[in-house]
């Protein structure tokens, strides 16, 4: 019987057997001995014995009421905010089997409790920065606009239009990436994975920076072997690349080359986008893949934090992984690691 592995229960039962068993074989002696002149003392005996069963019933029943209003105390205490408070449940038997369950289910809520705490503070911390980068460039068109109105001249025109042109950039890609990066959280983007010939996959990024990389006066080359094929979505790996690319040229300046290499080891494809430009400054290399982060160091007024962790998010999402490597002054290199599922 499982109720008897509450040893409370255990000791009432045997004392109680123990009592009965005890004034039966006390009857039967006196009776034996004495006759009918011991009779008239078993009345009194049997009512001794009932006194102190219900004396041991009183006390037992006494001390599980004292446990639960104790454990009721404490559930009180746990729902009027102190996630700390427990229920004692040290021994064996039904109860402790409970309140060890109880226990379990606050400390359950007590995590989501604080999961929520966490994902509420990251959510007012997003809104934050998203208000912040948007603020900047909105400003900025703002002020853009007023010198407008107020010129006549084609080429103040031009450059204001450029200006506002560039801002308007910004803010689309701040929501592009904003998006994006939702989705892969939610998981709402599905993979489309097929076998892609990486070189021409490498070769339409490139095309993508030509422009920039000539305007800015940085050597933009790209190299690796034209054999190796990756089972990937062209699409998104494409996106992860480029913002690496971006991030380079966005760090180096005329005269500083951006190197795109791939190749092919036993088990894994590895990709690399390495550059000659300002490098990373070692207090801020933990943090590049956070969102929105923006160094202290950095002197990049552009730059929204959200490429590297987008990268960062769609290379995990090929179950793959990047690293980075950097030297102040010397430059930057990034590693994307990725699995060759034929080889697994």
């Known amino acids: 019987m499982k109720m008897l592995t509450d040893r409370h229960i255990k000791r009432l039962f045997c004392l109680v057997l123990a009592l009965t ?31 102190l069963i219900l004396t041991v019933m009183y006390r037992y029943f006494r001390r599980q009421h004292q446990t639960m209003a104790h454990a009721i105390e404490q559930l009180h205490v746990f729902l009027a905010g102190d996630t700390t ?69 084609p080429d103040t025109v031009r450059e204001f239009t450029a200006l ?19 989705k892969l959280d939610a998981g709402t983007i599905m993979l489309d994975k097929s076998e892609h010939n990486l070189s021409d996959l490498i070769a339409d990024v490139k095309r993508r920076f030509a422009v920039q990389a000539q305007q800015q006066g940085t050597m933009l080359s790209c190299s ?7 089972f990937c979505d062209a699409h998104w790996l494409s996106e992860a690349i480029s913002n690496l690319v971006k991030n380079a040229l966005d760090h180096t300046k005329a005269g500083d080359t951006v190197t795109v290499t791939w190749r092919a080891f036993a088990s894994i494809v ?40 987008l990268a960062k998010a769609i290379i995990e999402a090929h179950s793959g992984t990047i690293e980075v490597d950097s030297t102040l002054g010397r430059g930057t290199v990034f590693t994307i690691n990725l699995l060759i599922p034929t080889i697994l």
Do not use: W
């Not at 005890?22 to 006194?51: K, N, R, T």
């Not at 690796?224 to 990756?230: F, M, N, P, Q, T």
């Not at 690399?272 to 202290?296: C, M």
């Open 21 to 51: 068993i005890g004034f039966s074989l006390l009857s039967a002696v006196l009776l034996a001995a004495g006759g009918e002149h011991a009779a008239q003392y078993l009345p009194a005996a049997f009512a001794y014995m009932g006194l």
């Open 85 to 153: 408070a427990r229920i004692e449940c040290d021994d064996e038997g039904e109860f402790n089997r409970l309140f060890h369950e109880v226990n379990s289910l606050a400390a359950i809520l007590t995590a989501h409790a604080e999961n929520e705490g966490r994902a509420k503070q990251s959510m007012k911390e997003t809104l934050s920065d998203i208000s912040h980068q948007l603020k900047t460039p909105l400003a900025a068109l703002n002020i853009y606009n007023g010198i407008l109105q107020q010129q006549a001249d």
């Open 164 to 182: 506002s042109e560039q801002e308007l950039d910004r803010i689309q890609t701040l929501v592009h990436n904003l998006l994006t990066i939702t």
């Open 224 to 230: 690796g072997d034209d054999a190796i094929s990756l």
């Open 270 to 309: 590895q990709i690399t986008v390495q550059d000659s430009g300002s490098g990373i400054h070692p207090e801020d290399l933990p943090h590049i893949f956070k969102r929105f982060y923006r160094s202290r160091f950095s002197k990049d007024t552009q730059g929204v934090g959200l490429g590297l962790p």
